[in-house]
C-alpha cells in the first residue's frame, strides 16, 4: 500500500471495515457531488477497491472532507498528500479571478477562460476492506492525527 505523488497522479490509500463496505457505492455519487469526474472505478480483487478520479485543485478541500466523512480511514502518507495540496491551493489561485459573474452577464469568454484556469488532479485511490481487529491494528500503530 504505497501513497505518492507521481506522473501526474497522486495515489492515494485508505482502509474501510469490512461491515462497512456499502460505503464503497456511495463513493460513486459522493465525489461526483464534490466536482470530480469518475474515470473508472472497479474492485481489483476480492478485498480491494479502486478508483480513479479527477477534479478541479479548487475543490480539493471538498474532496478531502467527503473521503474522510464517508468514513474512509486514509493512511498518514494519504492524509499528508491531501493536508498539503489543500494547503498550497489557495496561494496558487487569485480567488478573486475564480469570480464568474452573473449569468447574465457571463460571456462565454469568460466562462471559458475559467475553465481553462483550473488545474486538473488526477486520483488513483485504493480502498483495502478490512477486518474490525486489522482496522483497530492499523489505527493503534498511527502515531498521528490529522484534521482535513
Excluded: N
Excluded at 477534479?55 to 502518507?77: H, K, N
Excluded at 485511490?125 to 498521528?144: A, F, G, Y
Aim: proline letters at 5%; glycine letters at 2%; one cysteine or more.
Amino acid at each position: 500500500m504505497s501513497d505518492t505523488f507521481t506522473d501526474e497522479v497522486l495515489y492515494l490509500t485508505a482502509l474501510l471495515r469490512e461491515d462497512q463496505s456499502l460505503v464503497v457505492p456511495r463513493l460513486s455519487g459522493i465525489i461526483p457531488d464534490c466536482g470530480a469526474w469518475i474515470r473508472s472505478r472497479s474492485y481489483v480483487e476480492p478485498g480491494r477497491a479502486r478508483f480513479v478520479f479527477e477534479f478541479p485543485r479548487d475543490v480539493c478541500v471538498e474532496i478531502y472532507s467527503a473521503l474522510v466523512s464517508i468514513g474512509l480511514q486514509l493512511t498518514d502518507a494519504s492524509h499528508l498528500l491531501l493536508t498539503e495540496l489543500c494547503r498550497c491551493t489557495p496561494h496558487l489561485f487569485d480567488p478573486s479571478s475564480r469570480q464568474i459573474p452573473a449569468v447574465d452577464e457571463a460571456t462565454l469568454d469568460v466562462a471559458t477562460r475559467y475553465i481553462c484556469s483550473l488545474q486538473i488532479i488526477k486520483v488513483q485511490l485504493q480502498i483495502w476492506m478490512v477486518t474490525k481487529e486489522d482496522m483497530e491494528t492499523q489505527l493503534r500503530d498511527s502515531s498521528q492525527c490529522f484534521a482535513a
